[in-house]
Protein backbone atom coordinates (compact mmCIF):
# COMPACT_ATOMS: atom_id res chain seq x y z
CA UNK A 1 0.00 0.00 0.00
CA UNK A 2 1.25 3.19 -0.55
CA UNK A 3 0.49 7.14 0.28
CA UNK A 4 2.67 9.02 -1.82
CA UNK A 5 0.75 11.74 -3.40
CA UNK A 6 2.65 10.36 -6.73
CA UNK A 7 1.73 6.67 -6.79
CA UNK A 8 1.16 5.72 -10.04
CA UNK A 9 -1.10 2.46 -9.72
CA UNK A 10 0.34 -0.44 -11.93
CA UNK A 11 -1.06 -1.70 -15.62
CA UNK A 12 -2.01 -5.20 -13.74
CA UNK A 13 -3.15 -5.04 -9.96
CA UNK A 14 -1.98 -8.19 -7.82
CA UNK A 15 -2.77 -8.91 -4.24
CA UNK A 16 0.65 -9.63 -2.38
CA UNK A 17 -0.26 -8.52 1.16
CA UNK A 18 -2.76 -7.36 3.24
CA UNK A 19 -4.20 -3.75 2.85
CA UNK A 20 -4.17 -2.50 6.06
CA UNK A 21 -7.19 -1.48 8.49
CA UNK A 22 -9.97 -2.69 10.84
CA UNK A 23 -10.93 -5.87 8.28
CA UNK A 24 -7.85 -6.70 6.77
CA UNK A 25 -7.58 -10.11 8.34
CA UNK A 26 -10.89 -11.23 6.69
CA UNK A 27 -10.79 -9.29 2.96
CA UNK A 28 -9.33 -11.19 -0.29
CA UNK A 29 -10.16 -11.07 -3.55
CA UNK A 30 -11.22 -14.44 -3.82
CA UNK A 31 -15.18 -16.08 -3.17
CA UNK A 32 -15.64 -18.98 -2.05
CA UNK A 33 -15.48 -21.46 1.37
CA UNK A 34 -12.14 -20.92 3.33
CA UNK A 35 -13.51 -24.08 5.56
CA UNK A 36 -15.47 -26.94 6.29
CA UNK A 37 -18.33 -25.36 8.87
CA UNK A 38 -22.23 -26.40 8.60
CA UNK A 39 -24.90 -24.63 9.91
CA UNK A 40 -27.06 -24.89 12.48
CA UNK A 41 -30.84 -24.95 12.17
CA UNK A 42 -33.33 -24.25 15.00
CA UNK A 43 -36.87 -25.37 14.96
CA UNK A 44 -38.65 -21.94 13.60
CA UNK A 45 -39.66 -22.61 9.41
CA UNK A 46 -37.10 -19.08 9.08
CA UNK A 47 -33.62 -19.30 9.82
CA UNK A 48 -31.62 -16.64 9.89
CA UNK A 49 -27.18 -16.15 10.20
CA UNK A 50 -26.65 -12.59 10.97
CA UNK A 51 -24.87 -10.21 13.07
CA UNK A 52 -26.30 -6.61 14.27
CA UNK A 53 -24.49 -4.18 11.61
CA UNK A 54 -26.69 -2.07 10.19
CA UNK A 55 -27.40 -4.52 7.33
CA UNK A 56 -28.48 -7.53 9.27
CA UNK A 57 -30.29 -4.90 12.17
CA UNK A 58 -33.13 -4.63 9.01
CA UNK A 59 -33.82 -7.74 8.88
CA UNK A 60 -34.32 -8.68 12.93
CA UNK A 61 -36.34 -5.37 12.53
CA UNK A 62 -38.62 -6.64 9.86
CA UNK A 63 -39.15 -9.78 11.48
CA UNK A 64 -39.80 -8.14 15.14
CA UNK A 65 -42.11 -6.23 13.24
CA UNK A 66 -43.72 -9.25 11.49
CA UNK A 67 -43.96 -11.13 14.50
CA UNK A 68 -45.68 -7.92 16.69
CA UNK A 69 -48.29 -7.55 13.60
CA UNK A 70 -49.39 -10.97 14.66
CA UNK A 71 -48.05 -12.68 11.50
CA UNK A 72 -46.51 -16.19 13.76
CA UNK A 73 -45.29 -17.64 10.58
CA UNK A 74 -42.21 -15.10 11.32
CA UNK A 75 -40.69 -16.87 13.96
CA UNK A 76 -37.81 -16.98 13.74
CA UNK A 77 -33.73 -18.62 14.87
CA UNK A 78 -31.25 -15.57 14.63
CA UNK A 79 -28.05 -17.69 14.90
CA UNK A 80 -24.61 -15.38 15.51
CA UNK A 81 -22.28 -14.70 12.33
CA UNK A 82 -18.83 -13.70 13.72
CA UNK A 83 -17.42 -11.58 10.14
CA UNK A 84 -14.21 -10.54 12.58
CA UNK A 85 -13.34 -14.22 12.70
CA UNK A 86 -14.43 -15.42 9.13
CA UNK A 87 -17.65 -17.40 9.90
CA UNK A 88 -19.51 -16.09 6.64
CA UNK A 89 -16.57 -18.04 4.54
CA UNK A 90 -17.77 -21.16 6.23
CA UNK A 91 -19.10 -23.88 3.70
CA UNK A 92 -22.58 -23.89 5.15
CA UNK A 93 -22.77 -19.75 5.20
CA UNK A 94 -21.57 -19.37 1.95
CA UNK A 95 -23.87 -21.92 0.81
CA UNK A 96 -26.51 -19.88 1.77
CA UNK A 97 -25.05 -16.62 0.68
CA UNK A 98 -21.99 -17.33 -1.82
CA UNK A 99 -21.59 -13.68 -1.72
CA UNK A 100 -20.46 -14.33 1.71
CA UNK A 101 -22.25 -11.22 3.43
CA UNK A 102 -24.74 -10.74 6.10
CA UNK A 103 -27.12 -11.17 6.34
CA UNK A 104 -28.41 -14.61 4.89
CA UNK A 105 -32.02 -16.10 5.54
CA UNK A 106 -33.03 -19.68 4.82
CA UNK A 107 -36.78 -20.02 4.87
CA UNK A 108 -37.84 -23.51 5.42
CA UNK A 109 -41.68 -23.26 5.60
CA UNK A 110 -42.07 -25.39 2.26
CA UNK A 111 -41.50 -28.99 0.97
CA UNK A 112 -37.92 -27.19 -0.65
CA UNK A 113 -35.29 -24.53 1.68
CA UNK A 114 -35.58 -21.35 -0.20
CA UNK A 115 -32.45 -19.33 0.31
CA UNK A 116 -32.33 -15.52 0.28
CA UNK A 117 -29.30 -13.05 0.28
CA UNK A 118 -28.84 -9.25 0.14
CA UNK A 119 -30.82 -7.68 3.14
CA UNK A 120 -32.77 -5.28 0.33
CA UNK A 121 -33.53 -8.74 -0.99
CA UNK A 122 -34.19 -10.33 2.64
CA UNK A 123 -37.19 -7.35 3.31
CA UNK A 124 -38.60 -7.58 -0.09
CA UNK A 125 -38.96 -11.44 -0.01
CA UNK A 126 -40.65 -11.32 3.58
CA UNK A 127 -43.15 -8.42 2.92
CA UNK A 128 -44.21 -10.23 0.01
CA UNK A 129 -44.12 -13.84 1.76
CA UNK A 130 -46.57 -12.17 4.63
CA UNK A 131 -48.49 -9.03 2.73
CA UNK A 132 -47.08 -6.33 5.26
CA UNK A 133 -45.08 -3.44 5.40
CA UNK A 134 -45.09 -2.95 1.53
CA UNK A 135 -48.30 -1.14 -0.08
CA UNK A 136 -50.18 -2.79 -2.67
CA UNK A 137 -51.21 0.22 -4.77
CA UNK A 138 -49.08 0.61 -7.61
CA UNK A 139 -48.24 4.34 -6.98
CA UNK A 140 -47.18 3.65 -3.27
CA UNK A 141 -45.24 0.62 -3.98
CA UNK A 142 -42.84 2.21 -6.58
CA UNK A 143 -42.07 4.77 -4.30
CA UNK A 144 -41.42 2.51 -1.52
CA UNK A 145 -39.41 0.35 -3.66
CA UNK A 146 -37.12 2.99 -5.06
CA UNK A 147 -36.41 4.98 -1.32
CA UNK A 148 -35.33 0.69 -0.61
CA UNK A 149 -33.15 0.94 -3.66
CA UNK A 150 -31.91 4.47 -2.89
CA UNK A 151 -30.85 3.17 0.59
CA UNK A 152 -29.10 0.01 -1.25
CA UNK A 153 -27.37 1.90 -3.67
CA UNK A 154 -26.50 5.00 -0.90
CA UNK A 155 -25.56 3.27 1.95
CA UNK A 156 -21.96 1.90 0.55
CA UNK A 157 -20.62 5.77 0.27
CA UNK A 158 -21.70 5.66 3.61
CA UNK A 159 -19.91 2.64 5.29
CA UNK A 160 -17.44 1.91 2.22
CA UNK A 161 -16.87 5.14 1.97
CA UNK A 162 -16.92 7.37 4.53
CA UNK A 163 -17.15 4.69 7.58
CA UNK A 164 -14.12 2.50 6.02
CA UNK A 165 -11.88 5.93 5.57
CA UNK A 166 -12.83 8.29 8.65
CA UNK A 167 -13.18 5.27 10.80
CA UNK A 168 -11.32 1.98 10.04
CA UNK A 169 -8.42 3.07 7.70
CA UNK A 170 -5.18 2.74 8.47
CA UNK A 171 -4.14 6.36 7.35
CA UNK A 172 -6.39 9.27 7.41
CA UNK A 173 -6.59 10.46 3.57
CA UNK A 174 -7.95 13.68 3.11
CA UNK A 175 -9.07 13.92 -0.24
CA UNK A 176 -11.07 10.26 0.43
CA UNK A 177 -12.11 11.62 3.46
CA UNK A 178 -13.45 15.01 2.08
CA UNK A 179 -14.96 13.16 -0.98
CA UNK A 180 -17.30 10.47 0.96
CA UNK A 181 -18.30 13.36 3.83
CA UNK A 182 -19.30 15.64 0.55
CA UNK A 183 -21.81 12.72 -0.65
CA UNK A 184 -23.09 11.75 2.91
CA UNK A 185 -24.14 14.85 3.78
CA UNK A 186 -25.59 15.52 0.35
CA UNK A 187 -27.27 12.04 0.83
CA UNK A 188 -29.02 13.40 4.78
CA UNK A 189 -30.20 16.37 2.90
CA UNK A 190 -31.96 14.31 0.82
CA UNK A 191 -33.58 12.57 3.27
CA UNK A 192 -34.11 15.49 5.38
CA UNK A 193 -35.69 17.06 2.94
CA UNK A 194 -37.93 13.94 2.11
CA UNK A 195 -38.60 13.63 5.87
CA UNK A 196 -40.24 17.42 5.86
CA UNK A 197 -43.02 16.57 3.68
CA UNK A 198 -43.61 12.93 5.14
CA UNK A 199 -44.53 11.19 8.14
CA UNK A 200 -42.18 7.96 6.84
CA UNK A 201 -39.73 7.87 4.20
CA UNK A 202 -42.26 6.39 1.37
CA UNK A 203 -44.94 8.40 2.97
CA UNK A 204 -47.64 8.44 5.21
CA UNK A 205 -47.19 4.68 6.07
CA UNK A 206 -44.29 2.92 8.05
CA UNK A 207 -42.66 0.08 5.22
CA UNK A 208 -39.58 -1.61 4.54
CA UNK A 209 -37.95 1.47 3.47
CA UNK A 210 -37.74 2.83 6.99
CA UNK A 211 -36.52 -0.40 7.96
CA UNK A 212 -34.11 -0.16 5.40
CA UNK A 213 -32.86 2.92 5.86
CA UNK A 214 -33.11 3.72 9.73
CA UNK A 215 -30.03 1.41 10.64
CA UNK A 216 -27.72 3.12 8.41
CA UNK A 217 -29.34 6.94 8.56
CA UNK A 218 -31.21 6.94 11.86
CA UNK A 219 -27.89 5.35 13.48
CA UNK A 220 -25.57 7.81 11.74
CA UNK A 221 -28.06 10.56 13.58
CA UNK A 222 -28.03 9.04 16.57
CA UNK A 223 -24.16 9.03 16.84
CA UNK A 224 -24.46 4.71 16.75
CA UNK A 225 -21.70 4.70 13.32
CA UNK A 226 -18.34 6.02 13.36
CA UNK A 227 -18.48 8.36 15.99
CA UNK A 228 -19.26 10.79 13.00
CA UNK A 229 -22.08 12.80 14.49
CA UNK A 230 -20.22 15.64 15.23
CA UNK A 231 -18.19 15.77 12.62
CA UNK A 232 -20.71 15.43 10.08
CA UNK A 233 -23.14 17.87 11.82
CA UNK A 234 -26.13 15.35 12.13
CA UNK A 235 -27.98 17.61 14.40
CA UNK A 236 -28.52 19.78 11.70
CA UNK A 237 -30.83 17.48 10.34
CA UNK A 238 -33.92 17.64 12.22
CA UNK A 239 -36.04 15.99 10.46
CA UNK A 240 -34.27 12.74 10.09
CA UNK A 241 -33.66 13.12 13.76
CA UNK A 242 -37.67 13.97 14.29
CA UNK A 243 -38.13 10.11 12.19
CA UNK A 244 -35.12 8.27 13.56
CA UNK A 245 -36.35 8.90 17.08
CA UNK A 246 -39.98 7.84 16.15
CA UNK A 247 -38.69 4.68 14.59
CA UNK A 248 -36.65 3.50 17.36
CA UNK A 249 -38.78 3.71 19.94
CA UNK A 250 -41.41 0.96 18.48
CA UNK A 251 -40.80 -1.86 20.57
CA UNK A 252 -40.25 -4.16 17.37
CA UNK A 253 -37.44 -2.10 16.39
CA UNK A 254 -35.16 -1.81 20.12
CA UNK A 255 -35.78 -5.87 20.20
CA UNK A 256 -34.49 -6.37 16.49
CA UNK A 257 -31.79 -3.77 17.45
CA UNK A 258 -30.68 -6.41 20.18
CA UNK A 259 -30.56 -9.56 18.34
CA UNK A 260 -27.13 -11.51 17.44
CA UNK A 261 -25.61 -7.80 19.13
CA UNK A 262 -21.89 -8.24 20.61
CA UNK A 263 -20.99 -4.65 21.38
CA UNK A 264 -22.45 -2.11 23.60
CA UNK A 265 -24.29 -2.31 26.76
CA UNK A 266 -25.18 -6.35 27.93
CA UNK A 267 -28.52 -5.49 28.01
CA UNK A 268 -28.67 -4.31 24.51
CA UNK A 269 -26.98 -7.52 23.33
CA UNK A 270 -28.87 -10.61 22.41
CA UNK A 271 -26.56 -12.81 20.93
CA UNK A 272 -28.89 -15.47 19.51
CA UNK A 273 -32.53 -15.40 19.11
CA UNK A 274 -34.89 -18.45 19.02
CA UNK A 275 -37.68 -17.38 21.56
CA UNK A 276 -39.71 -14.37 22.28
CA UNK A 277 -38.64 -15.04 26.02
CA UNK A 278 -34.90 -14.67 25.00
CA UNK A 279 -35.22 -10.60 25.39
CA UNK A 280 -35.93 -11.47 28.80
CA UNK A 281 -32.82 -13.29 29.95
CA UNK A 282 -29.97 -12.45 27.26
CA UNK A 283 -27.79 -10.29 30.15
CA UNK A 284 -27.90 -12.69 32.34
CA UNK A 285 -26.95 -15.91 29.52
CA UNK A 286 -24.25 -13.09 28.59
CA UNK A 287 -22.55 -12.77 32.02
CA UNK A 288 -22.37 -16.68 32.52
CA UNK A 289 -20.84 -16.84 29.73
CA UNK A 290 -18.07 -14.72 30.39
CA UNK A 291 -17.44 -16.36 33.82
Same mark, same amino acid.
Given at each position: MS??????????????K???G??????? /????AT?????????H /????????????????V?????????HS????D??L??I???????????????N????????????? /?I &???????????????????????A????????????????A?????????????A????????? &?????????????? &????E???????????????????????????L?E??E??S???????Q?????I????????????????????D?L????D??D?ET?????L??Q?
Open positions: DRADYVPPKVWTWNENGRFANINR /PVAGHEKELPVGR /PLQLYSLATPNGVKVTMLEELLASGGAEYAWIRGEGDQFGSGFVAVNPSKIPALLDRSGPT /P &RVFESGAILLYLAEKFGAFLPTEGARAECLSWLFWQMGSPYLGGGLGHFYAYPTKIEYAID &RFAMEVKRQLDVLD &RRLANEYVAGSEYTIADMAIWPWYGGLVKGWYAGFLVQDYRHVRWANAGERPAVRRGRKVNRVSGELSQHERHASFSTQDIAAK
